[in-house]
């Protein structure tokens, strides 16, 4: 599936590993895809890596910002939309059999800020010997479910937006004079409502806009200027670090 309007490629889907019942796969979104309300025969269990995304289901949406993980027993009707600079997601989907056999279950529909880093999964990914043993290592790795999403006030969500779309041209210090409150506090409500300071959310940003370049296939040095890295080195350092992946790596496994 291709984006006539960019010739870019909808999504990029691999399967890293597969069984009976059961497959885990690395996709990256492209920029601003949508899909309409669509249904799964299998359970999924799905964690961002790298983008934003928002998901609707049985009248609510959440908005999610990487890292992030979720949750959707099979047959949940569900819409998306991923972000700006799209979304790197690996997802576990397991049939009720598989799912059993490795302590996959999904009951319900929610997403969460995650407290597993990517680069954690990522390290499972890469030495798993078996389907089974990385998504059984992934299962135990994202659980319990940690906490749900709370509504940030419209000023907070604000600054959150300008940093995703200008993350290399926001100062902290003025947008919490904009808003009307102390720099501390602004770091201390962005930390609470969005599960990261503001300064890692920045980094976050630049990562996503890197990722999506890489997916379409600009090289590692182009990519690191474009998203305002200070030169590839500090791109692989944090590529490596958020992600569990180089730019050489991601750009290898999205390849085709």
């Not at 999504?11 to 309300?37: D, E, F, I």
């Not at 749900?148 to 419209?154: I, L």
Request: glycine share 8%.
């Amino acid at each position: 599936m291709t984006d006539t309007t960019t010739n870019v490629p909808a999504y990029r889907r691999r399967v890293l590993a597969s069984a009976p019942g059961l497959r885990v796969v690395l996709t990256w979104y492209s920029r601003h895809h949508a899909m309409a309300p669509h249904a799964h025969d299998v359970a999924q269990h799905s964690f961002l890596l790298a983008g934003a995304m928002e998901e609707t289901s049985r009248g609510q949406t959440q908005a999610v910002d990487s890292p992030g993980a979720g949750v959707k027993p099979a047959g949940c009707s569900h819409a998306n939309r991923y972000g700006r600079n799209g979304a790197l997601i690996l997802c576990v989907e397991a049939d009720d059999d598989a799912g059993r056999s490795v302590g996959l279950s999904a009951d319900d529909w929610i997403w969460r800020h995650d407290r597993v880093s990517p680069a954690s999964l990522a390290r499972i990914v890469r030495n798993s010997e078996s389907a089974a043993e990385m998504a059984g290592e992934l299962a135990a790795a994202a659980a319990p479910v940690a906490r749900r999403y709370t509504t940030p006030p419209a000023w907070l969500t604000e600054i959150r937006e300008r940093l995703r779309d200008a993350p290399n041209e926001i100062e902290l210090d003025a947008e919490a004079g904009r808003a009307g409150v102390h720099r501390v506090h602004l770091t201390r409500a962005f930390t609470s409502h969005f599960g990261m300071t503001p300064s890692l959310f920045r980094q976050r940003a630049r990562l996503a806009r890197a990722t999506a370049l890489l997916a379409e296939g600009r090289c590692g040095t182009e990519a690191a200027h474009a998203a305002g890295f200070a030169d590839q080195s500090h791109l692989i350092r944090v590529m490596r670090r958020e992600t569990g992946f180089t730019p050489g790596q991601l750009s290898g496994a999205l390849a085709g």
